[in-house]
């Protein structure tokens, strides 16, 4: 179990997020908001790349502070799209990562093959990756979050710039991966996530403003509608 607990951050004056309190298990937990309601700012925290200003994150019951690096081996974080190697591979860029990751020499090549196949680029990973489009480039990072199987799955709007069909296979991955880990997606497209989340988590501001399993908010928000019902309704129009 993940514990999030009376998470707060500010950023000078301005308050990214108001006591965040959260619990999650094996499943995926779709993280639903409109840009910049702290969405990033909670997932970069949870990874180790912010710190907080109050509050703290128990793995297991314990501090993921003292877990130190024993706890950060367990997480695999898919970062909205940022600064690629342009001039590495994609099988160089995977093999790096994996490295990083301490995948063993033995294990790296079978590695490389399972995750770039999961996200449909095992014959694009010869190709520089300057060269490869921004969908191409979203899944690559998902790729290699997925890569040694991490137990904490991280994901910061992880369709963002994919075709349909990729969205769906992207879909179908997380849900079939999901029986065994913790998988947190963040995102404000609420077809990602509405059929494969045990629980929807809405943020707006820096706060939790509701969260239930999605027939539950359906249920509660729209009923005969759909949770993009829902999302309209409590974001002011997506806002």
């Known amino acids: 179990?993940?514990?999030?607990?009376?998470?707060?951050?500010?950023?000078?004056?301005?308050?990214?997020?108001?006591?965040?309190?959260?619990?999650l298990e094996d499943g995926v937990y779709?993280?639903?908001?409109?840009?910049?309601?702290?969405?990033?700012?909670?997932?970069?925290?949870?990874?180790?790349?912010?710190?907080?200003?109050?509050?703290?994150?128990?793995?297991?019951?314990?501090?993921?502070?003292?877990?130190?690096?024993?706890?950060?081996?367990?997480?695999?974080?898919?970062?909205?799209?940022?600064?690629?190697?342009?001039?590495?591979?994609?099988?160089?860029?995977?093999?790096?990562?994996?490295?990083?990751?301490?995948?063993?020499?033995?294990?790296?090549?079978?590695?490389?093959?399972?995750?770039?196949?999961?996200?449909?680029l095992f014959n694009e990973l010869d190709k520089k990756m300057g060269a490869y489009s921004g969908g191409m480039k979203q899944r690559i990072l998902i790729a290699q979050a997925i890569m040694g199987s991490p137990k904490i799955l991280i994901m910061d709007e992880p369709t963002a710039g994919l075709d349909p069909k990729e969205r769906v296979r992207i879909r179908e991955l997380l849900a079939e991966i999901s029986s065994d880990k913790i998988i947190l997606v963040a995102t404000h497209v609420v077809s990602d996530i509405q059929s494969i989340s045990k629980e929807i988590i809405m943020i707006k501001k820096g706060n939790i403003i509701e969260k239930g399993t999605p027939k539950d908010l359906i249920?509660?928000?729209?009923?005969?509608?759909?949770?993009?019902?829902?999302?309209?309704?409590?974001?002011?129009?997506?806002?």
Do not use: C, W
């Not at 179990?1 to 108001?18: F, H, R, S």
């Not at 799209?81 to 590495?88: A, K, S």
């Not at 509660?220 to 829902?230: F, H, K, T, W």
């Open 1 to 23: 179990m993940l514990e999030i607990k009376n998470i707060y951050k500010t950023y000078g004056e301005k308050v990214a997020l108001n006591h965040i309190s959260i619990e």
């Open 30 to 120: 779709g993280l639903l908001g409109p840009n910049g309601a702290g969405k990033s700012t909670l997932m970069n925290i949870i990874t180790d790349n912010l710190s907080m200003d109050e509050g703290e994150i128990l793995y297991n019951g314990n501090n993921v502070a003292k877990l130190g690096k024993e706890f950060l081996k367990k997480i695999g974080f898919a970062p909205q799209q940022q600064g690629l190697y342009d001039e590495f591979t994609g099988r160089r860029f995977l093999s790096y990562m994996g490295t990083l990751k301490g995948i063993s020499k033995d294990s790296l090549k079978s590695e490389i093959e399972r995750v770039s196949k999961a996200v449909n």
């Open 219 to 239: 249920k509660r928000y729209a009923e005969n509608g759909d949770l993009e019902d829902v999302y309209m309704k409590m974001f002011d129009g997506g806002q």
